[in-house]
Each structure stands twice: as structure tokens, then as C-alpha cells.
């Protein structure tokens, strides 16, 4: 939690401050009520009494009921404005911090944790902030004034408070010992729960192919019994206490009445009325304390949940970024795309073998080089290191003749065109979508939207939908088909104009005449940039400038298709097992 308080600003902590002031104002003017009720019941039972006496004595337990009222009012205004405030920044630093991740960590924390802790999380610790300056400030300061308060009066009363506090304190404890480890198991068990509903939703179309509806409600249900359990068993304790205050409470006027009874019965004339004064006042005051318990109680219900979530937000935005720019970044002059590999080997951060072991090569600008190997050689694995993704483990990475280390991030991915194996598309507008994010240039208007989508051969299908350039990508492209999601995935990469033009198995949801249309248009229109090419097709990268076959994260094979079908057994069995000998001699 104290890492959460070190994220409030200025102005928060002068509402937190005031709140303070505020809450010390509320609590005397409460406490001093009885006070006030104790010379209304003197004058009440003394002769002579004047009713304007009387009625002033009123007048100022009204103003200090309205004065606490207002008090309640301004802390509570203050506490919402503080939380909401807090919850803001946290989403804001969490979002930014989840952005800066390498793969490494989103991998660690996984996609349905950081949800959970942008949103359930959060939303935790803004209710305690909202509800504990209110409640965990007030309960102490109301305690021990209302003590201090009944300390001088009779020892019976102090006593018969003193043990209904001692059980309070043991109700407390059994919440801290019961419940407390139940939330805190909660908050992962949630985790759990949120990753399989994601996968259900994105997954519902094989869901319902395989007919795997029962299985999957048996996950869920799983997951679901679990958070209900430990629920139950946390809520069961806390259930314990509401009425458990309230019979404390009810036992404990009962009992100052019941021994002021005894005490007024055996005091003198003179005495009883003093005494029936200060058992209205003590009774009072013992409420008061243990009306701060009762909000201690409020605050034990919601501060084991916050703790556990203010340290999984802390873990996230404490969390070393493992990828991170220099501290002098370089900017070269020279915008050529040179892609140079210089005995480049990688191991994954979760550990394992190595992945890609003792990788060189050079890609030159208007060069096409393709890579191709078995499921696992490690090609996908090669590409992403370029921007980025992952840092190497050995070895180095030049682009345009130095280090991708030594180029600040936006930098380097300015100059770098990337379509993933998987095509990913934002809800918004078919232009929205090819014209995306920000290379440091102006973003792409019509015209280059028009031309990056003709190289991509989406032209057709693009102007047949409603809107043509502006019609509606629904979440993840649902409302297109594998191919399109492709095309419009490749388009965008063209439209930011970069360099390097990277495409991680980016062709293998389209037909082959439009594999090709796409190749000789890219051929043509993106002549001088360079083009890196991971696929699974021998047609798709036969005529690639360098072919560089990858078998176990090694080299077996490098050079263009005729020299490896010559030379590379590894290539020629790709090769035999996807084309005739009659297609792979005639082209």
C-alpha cells in the first residue's frame, strides 16, 4: 500500500490532509452532543428550569448535529475526489507500464492477470481509499477521544465497556486469522477465472465445432467453485460480525442502564440526578466506541482484498522493463534497411535450450530474404528479435550498420514494417486500421491508404464493402475473413513507408494466385526496400535473393531456391513434399 500512497500528487495530499482536518471537527462535535444531552436532562429534572434554557441547549445539539453532518458531507467529496483521482493514475501508470513491456513480461503476468489487475484490482484499492479516509482515520481518533472521554467516570460503567471491547477485539482477530487469507487467494483465483472465460470467447467458434461446450463449462465450473468456496468461507466470518457488533452494542447499553440502575438506587437525594446525567452521557460515549469499532470491522472487510491488489499493481508498475532504450540513443543518417545477423543466438527468458544458435547473414536494401524450415527452427523466433521484441542473447543485430541496442525503440520501429503470423485488426474503419499508429511521419491519407491497399490485392473486396475505405472493422476483424485480415494487415505495413518490410508467415491465408499477385506487386512497388519473408510455401519465396533454411535455431541451408536444391537435403525435402519435380524444374 505505501507504494500505491507514493503515486498521490500535490493536490491529493491536501485532500487528504483536509479530510484529516475535517474528520477531527466531525468527531468533537459528535462527542460533544452528549455533553449538551446531559444539561437538556438536568434542566429537564430540575425545578425551576426555564424552557429557553432548555431549547438553547437544543440549539446547540442541532448545530453540532448539522455541523457533523456537514463535515460527513465535505470528507466524503474530498475521499471520492482523492480515490478517483488515485484509481486514474493507477490505470494510466499500469496501461503505460503494461505498453513498455517486452514479450518477456507479458508472457510472466499474462494478458488475463493484467486485465484483472487494471480493472478488478484497481477498483479495489480505490474503494478502500474511498471508504478508509472516511473510515480507517475516523475509527482510531473516535476511539480513543470517546475513552479518554469516559475515563474519569464510574469503574463499573469503564469495566462493563472495557469487556465488550475486549470481545470486539476478538472478533477482529477471527477476521484477520479467517478471512483475511481467504481474500487474499481470491484476487489469483480471479486471474484463473478471467483467463478461462477469455479463452472461451476467443475460442467459441472451435468451441462449437468440436462440440466442446460441457468440457468447458466443466473448466469454468471448476474455477468458479473455487472463488465461490473461498468466498463463502471469508463471507461466512465477516457475516459474524455485523450482527455480532450489534448484539455488543445492545448488550452494552443494557448493561450501563442495568448498573446505573444499582448505582442511582443506592446513591443519595442529591446525588441520583448527577448520576442518571452522566449514565445518558457514558452510554453515549460507550457507543461511540464502539461505533468506531464497527467501522474498524468496514475496514477489515475491505482492506485484506485492497493490500493483496495494491501489491499486484505495484508488482506490475515496479517491474524492470527488460528491453529498454540507451541512454544516448543513435539516429543514423543513412535510411538504407541493411539487416545484418552477426552470430546471433537466443534463449527464451522462461529458460530452456537455445532457440537460434550462432545465426549471420545480411539482407541488403531491395533484397528478398525468405526463411523456411521445420514447425520450432526458430523462424519467427529470428524475425522478432529485429524490432526488438526479445534482446538477443549472444551476439548482435545491426540495422543500417549499428546495434538495434543503440537506437531508441520509436526509432528503430519507424523504420521497420511488421506483419505478425497472427493479423491483428482494431475496431474502427478500414482506413483507421491501414493507416495506424505513428512512425513519426504524418499519417497516411487517402491516397497512400488506397495504394497500400492495391499492393496488398485488397482493392476488391475493399470497395465492395459498405463504406468502402470507411466501413467498420468490428474487435480482432471478425467481420472479415482470414485472408482479408492479411491483406489489410500487410497493407498497413506498406502504408507506414518503412525501410524494412517484415512479414512472419503473413501469406498463409491466401489463395495461391493472390500469394503471387501480392509478390510481384510488393516486387515492383517496394523495389528498394528490404524485404524479410518467413513462410511454410516454397512457391511463396522461390524467388527470394537469399533463402535461409533453418532446422533445430541453425543454419542448414543458404543461398537462392536452384543453388539450395542442389546443395541443402533439409530444402529439398520442403521442397519434393510440397511440388512435383515437373513444377519445381519449370518455375
Given at each position: 500500500?505505501?507504494?500505491?500512497?507514493?503515486?498521490?500528487?500535490?493536490?491529493?495530499?491536501?485532500?487528504?490532509?483536509?479530510?484529516?482536518?475535517?474528520?477531527?471537527?466531525?468527531?468533537?462535535?459528535?462527542?460533544?452532543?452528549?455533553?449538551?444531552?446531559?444539561?437538556?436532562?438536568?434542566?429537564?429534572?430540575?425545578?425551576?428550569?426555564?424552557?429557553?434554557?432548555?431549547?438553547?441547549?437544543?440549539?446547540?445539539?442541532?448545530?453540532?448535529?448539522?455541523?457533523?453532518?456537514?463535515?460527513?458531507?465535505?470528507?466524503?467529496?474530498?475521499?471520492?475526489?482523492?480515490?478517483?483521482?488515485?484509481?486514474?493514475?493507477?490505470?494510466?501508470?499500469?496501461?503505460?507500464?503494461?505498453?513498455?513491456?517486452?514479450?518477456?513480461?507479458?508472457?510472466?503476468?499474462?494478458?488475463?492477470?493484467?486485465?484483472?489487475?487494471?480493472?478488478?484490482?484497481?477498483?479495489?484499492?480505490?474503494?478502500?481509499?474511498?471508504?478508509?479516509?472516511?473510515?480507517?482515520?475516523?475509527?482510531?481518533?473516535?476511539?480513543?477521544?470517546?475513552?479518554?472521554?469516559?475515563?474519569?467516570?464510574?469503574?463499573?460503567?469503564?469495566?462493563?465497556?472495557?469487556?465488550?471491547?475486549?470481545?470486539?477485539?476478538?472478533?477482529?482477530?477471527?477476521?484477520?486469522?479467517?478471512?483475511?487469507?481467504?481474500?487474499?487467494?481470491?484476487?489469483?483465483?480471479?486471474?484463473?477465472?478471467?483467463?478461462?472465460?477469455?479463452?472461451?470467447?476467443?475460442?467459441?467458434?472451435?468451441?462449437?465445432?468440436?462440440?466442446?461446450?460441457?468440457?468447458?463449462?466443466?473448466?469454468?465450473?471448476?474455477?468458479?467453485?473455487?472463488?465461490?468456496?473461498?468466498?463463502?468461507?471469508?463471507?461466512?466470518?465477516?457475516?459474524?460480525?455485523?450482527?455480532?457488533?450489534?448484539?455488543?452494542?445492545?448488550?452494552?447499553?443494557?448493561?450501563?442502564?442495568?448498573?446505573?440502575?444499582?448505582?442511582?438506587?443506592?446513591?443519595?437525594?442529591?446525588?441520583?440526578?448527577?448520576?442518571?446525567?452522566?449514565?445518558?452521557?457514558?452510554?453515549?460515549?460507550?457507543?461511540?466506541?464502539?461505533?468506531?469499532?464497527?467501522?474498524l470491522n468496514m475496514i477489515f472487510i475491505l482492506l485484506p482484498r485492497a493490500q493483496v491488489s495494491a501489491g499486484r499493481i505495484a508488482e506490475v508498475i515496479g517491474t524492470e522493463c527488460g528491453i529498454k532504450d540507451p541512454v544516448t540513443p543513435e539516429t543514423?543518417?543513412?535510411?538504407?534497411?541493411?539487416?545484418?545477423f552477426k552470430d546471433v543466438s537466443f534463449i527464451y527468458p522462461d529458460g530452456g535450450g537455445e532457440v537460434l544458435k550462432k545465426i549471420s547473414f545480411c539482407a541488403q536494401p531491395g533484397q528478398t530474404v525468405a526463411f523456411i524450415g521445420a514447425t520450432g527452427?526458430?523462424?519467427?523466433?529470428?524475425?522478432?528479435?529485429?524490432?526488438?521484441?526479445?534482446?538477443?542473447?549472444?551476439?548482435?543485430?545491426?540495422?543500417?550498420?549499428?546495434?538495434?541496442?543503440?537506437?531508441?525503440?520509436?526509432?528503430?520501429?519507424?523504420?521497420?514494417?511488421?506483419?505478425?503470423?497472427?493479423?491483428?485488426?482494431?475496431?474502427?474503419?478500414?482506413?483507421?486500421?491501414?493507416?495506424?499508429?505513428?512512425?513519426?511521419?504524418?499519417?497516411?491519407?487517402?491516397?497512400?491508404?488506397?495504394?497500400?491497399?492495391?499492393?496488398?490485392?485488397?482493392?476488391?473486396?475493399?470497395?465492395?464493402?459498405?463504406?468502402?475505405?470507411?466501413?467498420?472493422?468490428?474487435?480482432?476483424?471478425?467481420?472479415?475473413?482470414?485472408?482479408?485480415?492479411?491483406?489489410?494487415?500487410?497493407?498497413?505495413?506498406?502504408?507506414?513507408?518503412?525501410?524494412?518490410?517484415?512479414?512472419?508467415?503473413?501469406?498463409?491465408?491466401?489463395?495461391?494466385?493472390?500469394?503471387?499477385?501480392?509478390?510481384?506487386?510488393?516486387?515492383?512497388?517496394?523495389?528498394?526496400?528490404?524485404?524479410?519473408?518467413?513462410?511454410?510455401?516454397?512457391?511463396?519465396?522461390?524467388?527470394?535473393?537469399?533463402?535461409?533454411?533453418?532446422?533445430?535455431?541453425?543454419?542448414?541451408?543458404?543461398?537462392?531456391?536452384?543453388?539450395?536444391?542442389?546443395?541443402?537435403?533439409?530444402?529439398?525435402?520442403?521442397?519434393?513434399?510440397?511440388?512435383?519435380?515437373?513444377?519445381?524444374?519449370?518455375?
Amino acid at each position: 500500500m505505501i507504494t500505491i500512497f507514493k503515486t498521490f500528487n500535490k493536490k491529493q495530499w491536501v485532500f487528504v490532509f483536509a479530510s484529516l482536518f475535517f474528520i477531527v471537527i466531525q468527531v468533537w462535535l459528535d462527542l460533544k452532543l452528549p455533553d449538551y444531552m446531559s444539561n437538556v436532562t438536568i434542566l429537564v429534572e430540575t425545578a425551576g428550569s426555564k424552557i429557553s434554557d432548555i431549547l438553547v441547549q437544543g440549539a446547540f445539539m442541532m448545530l453540532c448535529a448539522l455541523g457533523s453532518m456537514a463535515s460527513s458531507m465535505v470528507v466524503g467529496y474530498f475521499a471520492a475526489v482523492v480515490a478517483a483521482g488515485l484509481a486514474k493514475n493507477l490505470r494510466g501508470m499500469v496501461y503505460d507500464k503494461t505498453l513498455s513491456f517486452s514479450m518477456g513480461e507479458i508472457g510472466h503476468f499474462s494478458t488475463a492477470s493484467l486485465i484483472n489487475r487494471t480493472t478488478n484490482d484497481i477498483t479495489q484499492v480505490q474503494t478502500l481509499v474511498s471508504m478508509g479516509l472516511q473510515a480507517i482515520i475516523k475509527a482510531p481518533i473516535l476511539a480513543v477521544w470517546a475513552i479518554v472521554k469516559i475515563s474519569g467516570k464510574t469503574w463499573q460503567w469503564s469495566t462493563a465497556t472495557a469487556v465488550a471491547v475486549f470481545i470486539l477485539i476478538i472478533m477482529l482477530g477471527a477476521t484477520l486469522i479467517f478471512a483475511v487469507p481467504r481474500f487474499r487467494k481470491i484476487q489469483g483465483i480471479t486471474d484463473k477465472l478471467n483467463r478461462i472465460i477469455r479463452e472461451h470467447l476467443t475460442g467459441i467458434r472451435v468451441v462449437r465445432a468440436y462440440n466442446a461446450e460441457a468440457y468447458q463449462e466443466e473448466k469454468f465450473a471448476e474455477a468458479n467453485d473455487e472463488v465461490t468456496d473461498n468466498n463463502m468461507v471469508a463471507n461466512r466470518v465477516m457475516a459474524i460480525m455485523s450482527p455480532g457488533m450489534t448484539f455488543i452494542n445492545s448488550g452494552l447499553t443494557l448493561a450501563v442502564y442495568w448498573i446505573g440502575a444499582y448505582l442511582i438506587e443506592a446513591a443519595g437525594v442529591g446525588a441520583k440526578l448527577t448520576l442518571f446525567s452522566q449514565m445518558v452521557v457514558f452510554s453515549n460515549y460507550a457507543m461511540q466506541v464502539i461505533m468506531a469499532f464497527m467501522l474498524l470491522n468496514m475496514i477489515f472487510i475491505l482492506l485484506p482484498r485492497a493490500q493483496v491488489s495494491a501489491g499486484r499493481i505495484a508488482e506490475v508498475i515496479g517491474t524492470e522493463c527488460g528491453i529498454k532504450d540507451p541512454v544516448t540513443p543513435e539516429t543514423p543518417d543513412t535510411t538504407e534497411g541493411i539487416v545484418e545477423f552477426k552470430d546471433v543466438s537466443f534463449i527464451y527468458p522462461d529458460g530452456g535450450g537455445e532457440v537460434l544458435k550462432k545465426i549471420s547473414f545480411c539482407a541488403q536494401p531491395g533484397q528478398t530474404v525468405a526463411f523456411i524450415g521445420a514447425t520450432g527452427s526458430g523462424k519467427s523466433t529470428l524475425v522478432n528479435l529485429i524490432p526488438r521484441f526479445y534482446d538477443v542473447t549472444e551476439g548482435e543485430i545491426l540495422v543500417d550498420g549499428e546495434n538495434v541496442k543503440a537506437y531508441s525503440q520509436k526509432e528503430l520501429h519507424n523504420r521497420i514494417g511488421y506483419v505478425p503470423q497472427r493479423a491483428v485488426l482494431f475496431s474502427g474503419t478500414v482506413a483507421s486500421n491501414v493507416a495506424y499508429g505513428d512512425n513519426g511521419r504524418e499519417r497516411g491519407g487517402e491516397k497512400e491508404v488506397r495504394r497500400a491497399v492495391n499492393i496488398a490485392q485488397g482493392t476488391d473486396f475493399v470497395e465492395k464493402m459498405n463504406g468502402t475505405y470507411n466501413a467498420e472493422i468490428a474487435q480482432g476483424g471478425t467481420n472479415v475473413s482470414g485472408g482479408q485480415k492479411q491483406r489489410l494487415a500487410i497493407a498497413r505495413a506498406i502504408a507506414r513507408d518503412p525501410e524494412i518490410l517484415i512479414f512472419d508467415d503473413s501469406f498463409s491465408a491466401l489463395d495461391y494466385k493472390t500469394d503471387r499477385d501480392l509478390r510481384d506487386a510488393l516486387d515492383k512497388e517496394t523495389a528498394e526496400k528490404t524485404k524479410l519473408i518467413v513462410a511454410q510455401r516454397i512457391g511463396t519465396i522461390r524467388n527470394a535473393d537469399q533463402i535461409i533454411v533453418l532446422d533445430k535455431g541453425e543454419i542448414v541451408g543458404h543461398g537462392t531456391h536452384d543453388e539450395l536444391m542442389e546443395s541443402c537435403t533439409t530444402y529439398q525435402e520442403i521442397a519434393m513434399s510440397q511440388l512435383s519435380k515437373e513444377e519445381l524444374s519449370n518455375g
